[in-house]
Every structure is written in structure tokens, then in C-alpha cells.
């Protein structure tokens, strides 16, 4: 089995956001990179199903940068295969849609019988790659997942709605979405760390993937960011102190009464 | 500007409060505009739901009504808002940001070949060229982002965010089914039965008021307290990563940027220190009320309105205060 699992580098989600000049960016100067948290649910899942099987290949991709190679190195020393890292200049500022462009030029050649990615990547929120891929590879999914398990004629999978969980069925190839719950991600060994240093990660750009530089990037998002600002700071609050009972009656008072809440 | 197009989300016959909002938003958009409002809606069973969407303001209603619609089909779905958009020819195609509405949105977006804003906040237009503000990093910061000319602009709502119209000017409410040719094919990923988590009622993302329990909560037992006070307002149970990660209560509680990111009326901050995870979770609350020990807790910063103090005696306390304003 085939099992290619889509990652993306972030910003720790500890990181304090400082915003550039140009007020559209975001300082990367001091941004600890990390593998997006559900990505790692991801990846983790890809090396359980080819654990079991005891058989097939786990295949990491990632747009990004050169720094981007890290987050593939680390996939691999939890275990996966391979990687291939995806990256050109033209790919820079991306929307959804040209990262899913990237991603599916890049997958479809493998024919992976499984795509895996994180729900959603933090920092930029946006909760579309990993669907609008599964769109442009012409494969059903199945989103924020917290269970799955492979059956006879394909998976059946818990998605996380409202107040409860869907049951969703489909046939392989498929596309999934992991979502915190799905696994525990492993910590990579030593060995696995040692042994990921010698893993191949091959590189591709545009012209690599076939792709029409218009189609991505900054040239082709249909979505931009014009503007970058800091929440309105928030006006210090009232504290009360001491007596617990007072303190609790002048609250309650104050939500029904000030700020009309309850 | 052509036409609104909002998709309404409707389970079991019910029109999904966060869908209600985003037909309101229509509305607005579609009278600013001086344009209609589209309502699309999908499913096995219909009936009913297109006079209430008449009374929020539709002018036409497309129905697609289909047996093998009972339960939402990822493929199916995306097919009828394709068939919708097509219709329809709008400008603007809004649906919320609930489980589904992501989901869909996403999909349909990439058919299209669009640009889609997720988790939007605000939306203004002016002179055809649509903005939208929505929170990154968890709305650690905000962006205003805007769309290439050509193809309708996509937004996704969070709930809580835009009111639902109190008195609408009831539309023209012309409902008329739309056809839409579903085959085998679009039914390959499908929903096949739904399994509600047990006692919970209202989910936080969508809750007017949540209250939430952080580290000191030692163990999952104290939860009871966390829920005797949701219960007395009415509201949802929430949870810092801390009491996720320790196992006392399932993720669908965790607020923050690796759960669910909040914007109730009223949030109530109970043993939680407030570190930046959880914060940007919950920091667009209208009001915000922390119970904690430690004087110097970092949430007490962003709070409105804050106890220092044993949550373990503070609750029990704002538990009758509640009740006896509530008799009152």
C-alpha cells in the first residue's frame, strides 16, 4: 500500500506573533519551526497502517521553503520512507488552492492509495488544503478524523461534528484529514533520527511538477492577504480579591446588571 | 455586483443556528449590494424550511431534495452548490463555518476554482471588490484578505460572529426545486449514521456561553463542577489543553489553538492559567470572566471581570447566585 501523508512547517503555536512593517507578513526571525501538530497525527497514522500491514511505502511531500527540510527530516526519523520537498520560488504566498495545485502535481504520479493530512495547518487556519486536494486528485475524503480503520472494500472513519461524531464510509484511494484524537504521534528515536539522515528527499520545482508558474504563488491566488494587524488590545478588567463569597455575588451582579450577560 | 448565494446547513429538518446567521449576512450583503438573496438548501426532507427562510429574508430558495440525501455525502453536496453556483451566477457564496460548511466550502471552492476565506469575521465590499477579516494564529492577529477579479468570492462564518436579523424584511421566497444530477459516483464517501457524544448538549464552538476547566481541575471528577455551572447558565463545557491532554475530558471540549477557537458571549475561565495556546482560542469572548488562585495568572490580563480564588469554593457559591437571580 501506498500511503502519501501531506505536511507543512509552522510556527510553534507558543510563537508571539510580531507583524513586519510591509503590515501584511509575519517577523519569521524569531519563529521556532515546527511539523504542524496534525500533521504529526498524520504521519503517525500512515506508519500504523503500514506497521500492520506489514507491507508498503509512506511517502512525506511539503511545500515550502529550504527551511522546510526539517520538517520533512523529522517525518522521516518517526519512521516514514521517503520525502520530497517541493519548492521554488514561484510557490511563495500560495493560497490554499495553489498549495493544493502544488501538492496534487507532485502526488498524483506516486498513485497513493491513501493521502493523508492534517486537519488544518496553525497559523494561517485556513481548513482547505487537504479537501481541495482531494478535489483535484479526483479521490472522496474524509475530514477531521479521529478514528479510522481499513475494511474490505475501503475505511470507515469517525469525523468530528458538533456535539458528536459522523461515521463516514468510502472506498480507497481516499483522502484523510487527521484530527488530535486519531493516535498518539510517536517520538522519533535515536535510531530512527540516525537512520532518517540517510533516507532520500527529492526536490522538485515548477518545471519538475509541470506546473505553469501562473497557476501559483503569489501570480495565482485567488486569495491575498492585504492586510496583517494586532487584535485591539483589551482594557484591564475588574479584579476582586480576599473574600471569595463578596466576590462572587459582585460578579454575578456586574454580568447581569453591567455587562447584561445572564 | 451579482447575487448573494448563502448554502443554509439543515440536520433532521433543522435549520442550523450558525446557518441562520449566515442567511442574515446575506441579507445584509444582498441589500447593500442592492442585489438577491439565494438560499440553497440540501437534503431528504425540506418541508417547512422554506417559509422560515423566506422570513430571514430570501428571495429565491433552491431546493435539492434527493432520498439518498438524508446524510451529508462530501461529493453529493459539493455537486449541488456546484449546480447552485452555476445557477445562480452570484458574487459572494457564503456558508457557515460549522463541521459541514468547512468540509463543503473547501471542496466547492476547489471545483470552482476560486478563492475562499475560512472562518471569516467581518465582510465589506466596496465598489465590487470584496474584503474579509478573519482571525490567523488563532486570532493571535487578524488579516484582512481580498480576491482576485473573475470567479464568485467563497467565505465561510464563524458562528457567534454575525447576528441573526431580528426583523428581516421577509424576501420574495420563491422556492423551486433545482435538479441536479447525482450519480453512484457522488455518493463514493458518505455518511452513514451520526453517534452523539453523550450528555453533551450544545457544542463550545457554537455556544452563547461556555465555561471551562484548566489544570487545576486535578482530575475528571472535578469536571462536575465545571458542568453544574455551564448547566446553571446554560452553556457548554470547555477545557484548557492541559485537562484534554491529561484525559479527564474529551478533545471536543479543548478551547485554544489546537481545539476549537470560541467567540461565546460569555466565557468563563475556571483553574486556567491562560497561557498564549489557550488564549488565542478564546480572546474574542464578549466577556470574559477568570476563577483562579494565582493572582498572577496570565488570564486575569485579558479578563473583564475576575475572582482570586479556590474555584472549588467559588463555583458551588456562583452556582446559587445564578439560580437565585434566575428565580428572582
Known sequence: MKIVVAVKQVPDTETKVTIRPDGRSVDESSIT????????????????????????????????????????RTCLAMGADRGVHLSDPAFENSDSLGLATILAAAIKPIGADLVFAGQYAVGTDNRQVGVMLAELLEMPHVSVVTKLELTAGGLSAHREIEGGHEIVESPLPCVITAQKGLNEPRYASLKGIMAAKKKPIEEKDA????????????????????RLEMPPPKQPGRIFKDDVEMAVREVVRLLHEEAKVI | MAGVLVFAEQRDNKLRKPSLEAISEGRRQADKLGVELTVLLVGDDLSGLDSQTTALGADKILLVKDARLKLYAAEAWTLAVETAARTAQPGLVLMASSAMG????????????????????????????????????SGKAIATVVFAAGAPVMATLRPNVFPVLSQPRPGKGAAAPLEVAFEDRHFRCRVTSIEAEKGATQDVAEADIVVSGGRAMKGPENFSYIKSLADALGGAVGASRAAVDAGWIDHQHQVGQTGKVVSPTLYIACGISGAIQHLAGMSSSKVIVAINKDADAPIFKLADYGIVGDLYE??????????????G
Open chain 1, 33 to 72: 519551526w515546527i511539523v504542524n501538530p496534525y500533521d504529526e497525527f498524520a504521519v503517525e497514522e500512515a506508519l500504523k497502517i503500514k506497521e500492520a500491514r506489514g507491507e508498503g511505502e509512506v511517502v512525506v511531500v511539503t511545500v515550502g521553503p529550504a527551511r522546510a527540510a526539517t520538517a520533512l
Open chain 1, 207 to 226: 518545471a519538475a511538477l509541470g506546473l505553469d508558474k501562473g497557476q501559483v504563488g503569489e501570480a495565482g491566488a485567488k486569495v491575498k492577504i492585504s
Open chain 2, 102 to 137: 468547512r468540509d463543503l466550502a473547501a471542496r466547492v471552492a476547489a471545483r470552482l476554482r476560486t478563492g475562499l476565506a475560512s472562518d471569516c469575521t467581518a465582510i465589506s465590499i466596496e465598489n465590487g471588490a470584496v474584503s474579509i477579516r478573519r482571525p490567523v494564529y
Open chain 2, 314 to 327: 467559588a463555583i458551588p457559591k456562583m452556582v446559587d447566585e445564578i439560580r437565585k437571580l434566575k428565580a
